[in-house]
């Protein structure tokens, strides 16, 4: 199964570039995220806490960074997962690339290549395509969000400058 999405991000292409390409911020944002560790300079342990349907999954698994090209913005990743309890899995290959969109806004791409097993193989597109949408939706909010948050906490006024 592949799954192409995109978003938008109001902020420079600069500012965008460097927390997608800066691990592991991008990791930590990602929805339902319980735990990452680096097990290694760009390889990454973690769990992640999902709904999908009627289930509740707790997938454990590893990912590995594998490509981060600053000449063309692009970010591979080779990773997969397994939920313990039902014994649902993945594996996957992703492809992102970050976009100027103006002076301030930007574009990601996604495009994940995943292959699915167990009870995940079972529930089909149908009940995924749509998870797949909103949770790149809820990561666009979140590294948006950490973006602004990181900018604010960098940037100090003129004023209070002056008084220190």
Known sequence: MIVKEEFIIDCPHADAWEFLSNFPSPILVIPGVIKVTEASPLHYLGAVKVHIGPFNFVFTGNMNI????????RVDIDGGATDCMTGAHFKATARTQT?????KRSKVTIEVEVGLGGLLGKMGW???????RQVVQAYAKLVHNDIVSRKRAHHVPALQLAAV
């Open 66 to 73: 594998t490509l981060i090209d600053h000449r063309t913005c």
């Open 99 to 103: 976009l100027p969109l103006g002076e």
């Open 126 to 132: 149908y009940i995924l395509r749509p998870k797949a």
